[in-house]
Each structure stands twice: as structure tokens, then as C-alpha cells.
């Protein structure tokens, strides 16, 4: 079982849509959480932190379960500039981060 | 915001060769760096940790004789891959973290993709 599992995707969703991504991490010790965007031949960058009372920004929310091990990303009123995958990555020990396989979005017009 | 570069940003080698990535923090000092690499349609793997004055520690499954690091200042860390073969051509991507505080932020090169011929 991979330590921090996604749905690959691709989802394709209209203009305006409102789409969620799922993340479960198998390490119950885990202390941080992120979600990442990635476009295409670029590195990761940081698109918000989780925490368990949940944090919205802007268009998007995240959502932490402990108990369930479960990340959630909600992203409403999809625009085309928000097409990219997006990495849940956990931070268990330190600084050392391990990635999940990432979620594909492609927002069409 | 800090930023953290990579040099060079892609390289075309042939095989046998050696190809040096260097990582650097431009402002602000990172006694740990981390080094991924990045198979297409892949997600991330960590190599290996990057410490300055001593040792890195490397992955399970990552060779440190080939992917030798050397982390000799604390904005600087380079990754070579020695003897390069086309199987080693990937995307390459540092990080370091924003403090010395344990689950910091972390700051992510521009990556450096390589090709093997």
C-alpha cells in the first residue's frame, strides 16, 4: 500500500464546476499536511496548508480527517488557469515530505 | 518569499558520462536540503537528504555511490549523477526547508530535467 494514496484523475470538469480530490495517508503518525498544484514540466508549489478545523482560500478549501486519515480538496467555480495536478503530500518525520501520485485537472471552456 | 534555484535547468548528456545539479538558497540558509526525482507521469520520489557538514542519507533503493551529494555550504547543495545512463534521465527537483523548525515550509527548485543519450 503506497503511503499516500490519490486519484490519479484526469478529471474533466467545465468552466464553473466545483471539484473535490480525496487523499488517504497511511502513516497515523503523520504531523503535517499540504496540497501542492504541479503544472506540466515545473516543480510543486505550494498551494495551501490542512489542518483539522479545515482552511478555506479563496475558490478553495481543505479538509483534514485524523481519525480517517483522510485529506480532502475542494476547489469551487473551476477556471481554466486552475488545469494541473495536484499533489497531497504528508510530512511525517522532520522535513521530509512524501508525495502522493497526483490528481489531473483539466478544466474545459 | 525565499527562493530557491537550480542550475543547470535541463542537460542533455551521453551515456557514461557525469552531470552535476547544484541547489541553491538565495536567501536564506538551509542546513538540510532534499533532492526528488520526478519520472514522467509520476509523482515525486525522495532520493535523498542533503546535510551540510556531514553525510547525506539516502533512500532506500538510491544508490549513493552514483548520485553522489555534497552539501558544502548552507546555501548550497549539488547532486551528480556519476556514469549517467539513459534509465537516470528524469526530472530532478531540490527543496529546502523555510526554518531549521521540524515540518516547515519548504521551498521547491525550478527542477533540472536530464536527459540521457
Given at each position: 500500500?503506497?503511503?499516500?494514496?490519490?486519484?490519479?484523475?484526469?478529471?474533466?470538469?467545465?468552466?464553473?464546476?466545483?471539484?473535490?480530490?480525496?487523499?488517504?495517508?497511511?502513516?497515523?503518525?503523520?504531523?503535517?499536511?499540504?496540497?501542492?498544484?504541479?503544472?506540466?514540466?515545473?516543480?510543486?508549489?505550494?498551494?495551501?496548508?490542512?489542518?483539522?478545523?479545515?482552511?478555506?482560500?479563496?475558490?478553495?478549501?481543505?479538509?483534514?480527517?485524523?481519525?480517517?486519515?483522510?485529506?480532502?480538496?475542494?476547489?469551487?467555480?473551476?477556471?481554466?488557469?486552475?488545469?494541473?495536478?495536484?499533489?497531497?503530500?504528508?510530512?511525517?518525520?522532520?522535513?521530509?515530505?512524501?508525495?502522493?501520485?497526483?490528481?489531473?485537472?483539466?478544466?474545459?471552456? | 518569499?525565499?527562493?530557491?534555484?537550480?542550475?543547470?535547468?535541463?542537460?542533455?548528456?551521453?551515456?557514461?558520462?557525469?552531470?552535476?545539479?547544484?541547489?541553491?538558497?538565495?536567501?536564506?540558509?538551509?542546513?538540510?536540503?532534499?533532492?526528488?526525482?520526478?519520472?514522467?507521469?509520476?509523482?515525486?520520489?525522495?532520493?535523498?537528504?542533503?546535510?551540510?557538514?556531514?553525510?547525506?542519507?539516502?533512500?532506500?533503493?538510491?544508490?549513493?555511490?552514483?548520485?553522489?551529494?555534497n552539501h558544502a555550504s548552507l546555501t548550497?547543495?549539488?547532486?551528480?549523477?556519476?556514469?549517467?545512463?539513459?534509465?537516470?534521465?528524469?526530472?530532478?527537483?531540490?527543496?529546502?526547508?523555510?526554518?531549521?523548525?521540524?515540518?516547515?515550509?519548504?521551498?521547491?527548485?525550478?527542477?533540472?530535467?536530464?536527459?540521457?543519450?
Amino acid at each position: 500500500r503506497k503511503e499516500v494514496e490519490q486519484d490519479p484523475g484526469p478529471f474533466n470538469v467545465p468552466e464553473g464546476a466545483t471539484v473535490a480530490f480525496n487523499c488517504t495517508y497511511s502513516n497515523s503518525a503523520s504531523q503535517s499536511f499540504f496540497w501542492y498544484r504541479q503544472d506540466c514540466r515545473k516543480e510543486p508549489k505550494l498551494l495551501m496548508s490542512v489542518y483539522s478545523s479545515g482552511n478555506e482560500d479563496g475558490r478553495f478549501t481543505a479538509q483534514l480527517n485524523r481519525a480517517s486519515q483522510y485529506i480532502s480538496l475542494l476547489i469551487r467555480d473551476s477556471k481554466l488557469s486552475d488545469s494541473a495536478t495536484y499533489l497531497c503530500v504528508v510530512n511525517n518525520a522532520g522535513n521530509m515530505l512524501t508525495f502522493g501520485g497526483g490528481t489531473r485537472l483539466m478544466v474545459k471552456p | 518569499g525565499a527562493v530557491v534555484s537550480q542550475h543547470p535547468s535541463w542537460v542533455i548528456c551521453k551515456s557514461g558520462t557525469s552531470v552535476k545539479i547544484e541547489c541553491r538558497s538565495l536567501d536564506f540558509q538551509a542546513t538540510t536540503m532534499f533532492w526528488y526525482r520526478q519520472f514522467p507521469k509520476q509523482s515525486l520520489m525522495l532520493m535523498a537528504t542533503s546535510n551540510e557538514g556531514s553525510k547525506a542519507t539516502y533512500e532506500q533503493g538510491v544508490e549513493k555511490d552514483k548520485f553522489l551529494i555534497n552539501h558544502a555550504s548552507l546555501t548550497l547543495s549539488t547532486l551528480t549523477v556519476t556514469s549517467a545512463h539513459p534509465e537516470d534521465s528524469s526530472f530532478y527537483i531540490c527543496s529546502a526547508p523555510s526554518t531549521g523548525l521540524a515540518f516547515a515550509e519548504q521551498y521547491f527548485g525550478p527542477g533540472t530535467r536530464l536527459t540521457v543519450t
